[in-house]
């Protein structure tokens, strides 16, 4: 069973406006997350983390919310450019050993 | 260039083949991760090093899996007798420690024939 869930493959947005991805999980041990971009061909890019001691995490444009209570956490990126369009990865760091367990991610197109 | 670099690119094999695929995680970094995404998957955790020991070798989808690291530094994952099933992309991520930020490289597409 997926311990990470991102249940939109894909999110439309135009340029300018505001883009809210969603991410759930299931195990509240769970401390750690992060946020990754990915362009077809290339790795992943690490964009953003948040530790499960704080509720919202800010770095420019965008801004991670965690909500412990409910096993949820959102990215924000805002205003949205045609440069974020990408398939966005939800990740937790799963244990003592570090690795990550990530959601099946969001395609992000931001129109102009 | 300062990140993690892997080779080859790309791999086409044929099925039964040994391929080895390579990383070269960033220098200083002391844990080395290795995934693999297959079509319309998330990334999928496989195995990690910390200096160069393998802890863990759970996470390998079968014992045609292996991985080795030597001198704290580059890895290599060895897939013996390759399945059309072990066509993936994968990828090799490097942190200065276990849980810090992992930062990846580029990653090898295997197609098995």
């Known amino acids: 069973d997926q311990q990470v869930k991102q249940n939109s493959p894909s999110l439309s947005v135009q340029e300018g406006r505001i883009s809210i991805l969603n991410c759930d999980y299931t195990?509240?041990?769970?401390?750690?997350f992060l946020w990754y971009k990915k362009y077809p061909a290339e790795g992943p890019t690490f964009l953003i983390s948040i530790s499960s001691i704080k509720d919202k995490n800010e770095d420019g444009r965008f801004t991670v919310f965690l909500n412990k209570s409910a096993k949820h956490l959102s990215l924000h990126i805002v205003p949205s450019q045609p440069g974020d369009s990408a398939v966005y990865f939800c990740?937790?760091?799963?244990?003592?050993?570090?690795?990550?367990?990530f959601g099946k991610g969001t395609k992000l197109s931001v129109k102009p | 260039g300062a990140g993690v670099s892997q080779s080859p690119s790309n791999k086409v094999t044929e099925k039964g083949k040994d391929v080895e695929l390579r990383c070269d995680p960033i220098?200083?970094?002391?844990?080395l991760y290795w995934y693999r995404q297959s079509l319309g998957q998330g990334l999928e955790f496989l195995i990690y090093f910390q200096g160069n020991s393998a802890p863990d070798k759970s996470g390998l989808p079968s014992d045609r899996f292996s991985a080795e690291r030597t001198g704290g530094s580059v890895s290599t994952l060895t897939i013996q007798r390759t399945q059309q099933e072990d066509s993936a992309v994968y990828l090799c991520?490097?942190?200065?420690?276990?849980?810090?930020?992992?930062?990846f490289g580029p990653g090898t597409r295997l197609t098995v024939l």
């Open positions: 991520a490097s942190s200065l420690g276990l849980k810090d930020t992992q930062y």
């Open positions: 990740a937790a760091v799963g244990g003592s050993q570090g690795n990550l367990i």
């Open positions: 195990n509240s041990m769970f401390d750690y």
């Open positions: 220098s200083g970094h002391t844990a």
